[in-house]
C-alpha cells in the first residue's frame, strides 16, 4: 500500500480492494442531493405536467437501476448484491430532492451506490425536464448516514 492509500498497490498503481477477508454484515448507506430549478418547473413536475412524462416515477427507477449498477460506472467499486434500494423523491417551490438509501449484506459498504442512485436520479429529472428550464442546477450530493462493517457507523453533521 503507499501513504495508506487502499486503492493503490505498492507501486503506486490502482487496485481493487481486495474484500474477501472482510466479515459479511449488513450495511447501509443513505445518500441525498438536490436540483434546484424554476418555480415553473417545480410546479409541472409536482403536477404531473412534463410533456416526456412521470418525472418522479422514471427518476426513481433510474436512480434504483444506478445504484445496482455502480460498479459499471465507478471503475473501483465491487459489483454488490443489492439487497434493498429506496429512493425518496420529494418536490418543493424550486427545487427537488432526492433522498436514496441502499442496502447490502457483504463484506463492503455501499455508500458510493446511495450516491449514485441520488445523482442519477436527478439527473433523469433534469433530463425529463430540460426543456422547461436549462438553468437546472444539481447540487448537495452527500453521504448522509452509513452503517455496518469494520468502522461501524457514521452520520452527517446536520
Given at each position: 500500500?503507499?501513504g495508506g492509500l487502499?486503492h493503490?498497490?505498492?507501486?503506486g498503481a490502482a487496485?481493487?480492494?481486495?474484500?474477501?477477508?472482510k466479515?459479511?454484515?449488513?450495511?447501509?448507506a443513505?445518500a441525498?442531493?438536490h436540483?434546484?430549478?424554476?418555480?415553473?418547473?417545480?410546479q409541472?413536475?409536482?403536477?404531473g405536467?412534463?410533456?416526456?412524462g412521470d418525472?418522479?416515477?422514471?427518476?426513481r427507477?433510474a436512480?434504483?437501476?444506478?445504484a445496482?449498477?455502480t460498479?459499471?460506472?465507478?471503475?473501483?467499486?465491487?459489483?454488490?448484491p443489492i439487497?434493498?434500494?429506496?429512493?425518496d423523491?420529494t418536490?418543493?417551490?424550486?427545487?427537488a430532492?432526492?433522498?436514496?438509501?441502499?442496502?447490502?449484506?457483504?463484506?463492503?459498504?455501499?455508500?458510493?451506490?446511495a450516491m449514485?442512485a441520488?445523482?442519477?436520479?436527478?439527473?433523469?429529472i433534469?433530463?425529463?425536464?430540460?426543456?422547461?428550464?436549462?438553468?437546472?442546477?444539481?447540487?448537495?450530493?452527500?453521504?448522509l448516514?452509513?452503517?455496518?462493517?469494520?468502522?461501524?457507523d457514521?452520520?452527517?453533521?446536520?
Open positions: 500500500m503507499t487502499t493503490l498497490d505498492a507501486d487496485r481493487m480492494v481486495d474484500v474477501s477477508a466479515p459479511v454484515t449488513l450495511r447501509e443513505t441525498t442531493g436540483i434546484a430549478m424554476s418555480e415553473g418547473a417545480a409541472a413536475i409536482r403536477e405536467a412534463v410533456k416526456k418525472v418522479l416515477a422514471v427518476a427507477i436512480g434504483i437501476t444506478a445496482k449498477r460498479a459499471d460506472l465507478i471503475p473501483l467499486c465491487h459489483p454488490l439487497s434493498g434500494v429506496t429512493l423523491l418536490v418543493g417551490e424550486a427545487q430532492t432526492a433522498t436514496a438509501t441502499v442496502r447490502t449484506t457483504h463484506g463492503t459498504g455501499v455508500e458510493m451506490e449514485t441520488v445523482s442519477v436520479a436527478l439527473l433523469t433534469y433530463d425529463m425536464a430540460k426543456a422547461l428550464d436549462r438553468g437546472m442546477t444539481i447540487g448537495g450530493v452527500r453521504l448516514a452509513k452503517s455496518g462493517g469494520r468502522s461501524g457514521w452520520r452527517a453533521e446536520p
